[in-house]
């Protein structure tokens, strides 16, 4: 994800966007793949109808994301992050959806595709993992069936080739004896070695962009750490780009390339990896910084929670969504919605806050050090009012 | 019982050398003594047998599942102690057991200077004021169809306290009050409110009583990473108010080790490590512990290529 912020956000003017009006699929090889990112997101929206008025789920992200790179998106439940990334497999097409912008996978937008040409492309050029295996694995058929089922529903081959296939990804993925185990039923699987399954049968046809969301979250931390290793060996050899879809930011520490950090619907900070941990920049991520216990800081640092919570997404005003939860935001935050700016000094690092740089550094310099909030706004000079959540 | 208790599992002779994975069954590595101090509980060999049977009218006992397996710890007065281990490691069956809620197959509980193990349901009463827990879910742990106000004051209808009607409300809306609620919001029902908000009327239901003994089982982690803070803050808040004794209870190490003054590693239904939270971290001595410790993701990129490199610089065991 380098440079989006540098395109014109209509776009339209490269050779892909202008080809995937047409609806026509075009095979990869036609194009300059080595420079295209493969996927880029820009400007994308969802909205869904409710009895409340309208629900503004994702409110405008644009991001990109290179071969064989891993995108980390991190936010909170209701930051839009599952959200966006079902809307570029095409699971949020309902008929209380509204959708805009724009989603170029190899040059083709996602979103003007059929639903016929885009389960073309579901399974097998982009594949999807889920948080919970148990319910993304159906109960009545062995795994072998399944991952056989998603091997022919894009390759024309036989029922034996499929299979052996599902064997050798079996045992790609680290499960013991695959040749017995194809056919097992997943009621027979742990919850670790039933995530291992889904990724192999998210791996059988080679995607090219593997999208998982909250892949760990329901397993232990052995074996979260094994299946996110498991997970880094098959990027290294497969080439595969990943998304990673998390709210724990010590896992897109340990896995990321680049990170997104959303709050609202939207990206407040993007950054690679070192460059977020070692400059976070934006309150939002401060906050979740601070708010998390760690195994590497002393134990009498006290957590420091994000005071309130976050807001309804019905009605959004036009102002940072942040704001009512920010300890910064008194006399340096301006009303409106502040762009995704990339930082001037860092151009890799793009941020929504419109706080002064001087006063950014002093409040990170304070809170790194273990101070609360109140003190680093004392320390930049930020007046105090008596306001509490 | 104290400082004389027979303790078939534990090996007091401080760290066990080098114990391999193959020895977990028999070796816990404890750097302290039981016994000693002012214990507000004392759990010693504690046990729990689940019957598998089969059969549809007569059944038979096939074979047994040890969930808890010989436990033995204490809680001191006003202390925050953590049991720390993966799903299965029978954490939440050990807290059930000491509330009461299952009923131990083995081993002795004693509460404050009594056994509590074998007391049935009449002989209990008392007991529950004194020890009350917050559970894991805050969407299942509460009734959908009570008012906040009426959630919060059934433990003390049940126990005949603040009796009358405006009393009771006064006590309800303090509690409220004190874990952070609004007491405005007494009438409302629990769908009204956020995850975190839920946690904390669990959380003052469970002090209504004025409990000696707060069992928090995974408070936080069906929480929100912002929200977690706030009702970790407000339990040790709580704490150090109340003077309460907290069991704490959870999967996350980082949270056990903020949270707890000392604390217990299990695994297959058996204490493996038992230590301070300082002595834990810095020199895991069990290798269980030490595999728990470095699967933890931490939110640092150069701490990892730094774990990393320690790795490879080390000979090979």
Request: with cysteine; charged share 25%.
């Amino acid at each position: 994800m380098t440079d989006s912020q540098d395109l014109t956000p209509a776009g339209g003017t490269t050779a892909g966007a202008t080809r995937a009006g047409d609806g026509a699929a075009v095979p990869a090889t036609d194009r300059p793949a080595a420079d295209a990112p493969l996927l880029e997101v820009r400007d994308l929206s969802v909205g869904f109808r409710s009895e409340d008025g309208l629900v503004q789920a994702v409110g405008g992200i644009s991001y990109t994301v290179e071969r064989g790179k891993t995108l980390g998106i991190v936010g909170e439940s209701g930051s839009g992050k599952s959200v966006s990334s079902m809307t570029l497999m095409g699971l949020t097409r309902t008929a209380s959806a509204t959708i805009k912008g724009q989603v170029l996978f190899e040059g083709r937008d996602l979103l003007t595709l059929s639903t016929e040409e885009l389960r073309r492309i579901r399974g097998n050029e982009i594949a999807m993992i889920f948080q919970d295996p148990l319910s993304s694995l159906h109960p009545f058929y062995r795994i072998g069936d399944q991952i056989i089922e998603a091997v022919r529903a894009h390759n024309d081959v036989t029922k034996k080739q499929a299979k052996a296939r599902a064997v050798e990804m079996l045992g790609l993925v680290g499960i013991p004896d695959p040749g017995r185990r194809v056919d097992a039923y997943p009621h027979e699987f742990s919850g670790g070695m039933r995530q291992r399954v889904m990724i192999a049968m998210a791996l059988a046809n080679d995607p090219k962009l593997l999208i998982a969301d909250e892949p760990t979250t329901a397993l232990d931390v052995t074996v979260q750490k094994q299946i996110l290793e498991l997970m880094d060996r098959l990027q290294r050899e497969l080439g595969t780009a990943i998304v990673m879809i998390t709210h724990d930011l010590g896992v897109v520490a340990e896995t990321a390339d680049d990170i997104a950090v959303m709050y609202a619907g939207r990206i407040v900070e993007r950054a690679p990896v070192r460059e977020l941990f070692s400059h976070p920049r934006h309150p939002y991520t401060w906050g979740l910084l601070r708010s998390i216990p760690r195994l590497d800081m002393p134990r009498d640092v006290e957590l420091v929670p994000v005071d309130g919570r976050p807001p309804s997404l019905i009605g959004l005003g036009d102002d940072c969504s942040f704001r009512a939860r920010c300890p910064y935001a008194a006399g340096c935050c301006r009303p409106g919605m502040p762009d995704l700016d990339p930082v001037v000094g860092a151009p890799e690092h793009a941020l929504r806050c419109t706080m002064p740089a001087e006063r950014r550094e002093t409040i990170w310099n304070v809170l790194s050090e273990g101070g609360t909030p109140e003190q680093a706004a004392v320390a930049a000079g930020i007046p105090q009012t008596e306001e509490v959540a | 019982m104290s400082g004389t208790a027979p303790d078939p599992v534990v090996d007091n002779e401080g760290v066990v050398g080098d114990p391999t994975i193959a020895d977990t069954t028999v070796a816990a590595v404890r750097r302290d003594t039981l016994g000693e101090g002012d214990n507000i509980l004392q759990v010693r060999g504690l046990e729990k047998e689940f019957a598998v049977t089969k059969g549809l009218f007569v059944k038979r006992k096939v074979h047994a599942v040890k969930a808890v397996n010989g436990v033995s710890f204490d809680v001191r007065r006003g202390e925050t102690f953590g049991l720390v281990g993966e799903s299965g490691c029978g954490k939440s069956t050990t807290a059930r057991m000491i509330c009461r809620l299952l009923d131990p197959t083995g081993g002795k509980i004693d509460f404050d200077g009594t056994d509590i193990a074998g007391l049935d349901r009449k002989a209990l009463v008392p007991f529950r004021r004194d020890v009350q827990m917050v559970f894991q879910d805050p969407y299942s742990s509460l009734n959908p169809r009570q008012t906040i106000g009426s959630i919060i004051s059934t433990p003390l209808d049940i126990h005949g306290i603040a009796t009358g009607e405006g009393e009771r409300k006064k006590k309800v809306q303090e509690l409220m009050d004190l874990v952070g609620l609004n007491p405005e919001h007494y009438n409302r029902l629990p769908h009204e409110f956020s995850g975190g908000q839920r946690q904390r009327i669990g959380i003052a239901r469970a002090i209504a009583l004025g409990p000696k003994l707060l069992i928090a089982d995974e408070p936080v982690s069906a929480l929100d990473v912002s929200i977690q803070a706030q009702i970790l803050n407000l339990l040790r808040q709580l704490q150090k108010d109340l003077g309460l004794s907290l069991l704490f209870i959870a999967h996350d190490l980082s949270v056990v080790r903020y949270m707890c003054d000392r604390m217990a590693v299990m695994y297959a239904g058996e204490i493996v490590e038992l230590a301070t939270s300082e002595e834990l971290y810095a020199k895991p001595a069990h290798p269980y512990t030490r595999a728990l410790l470095d699967a933890v993701p931490t939110p640092d990129p150069d701490a990892r290529a730094r774990r990393l490199a320690e790795r490879a610089a080390l000979p090979a065991a």
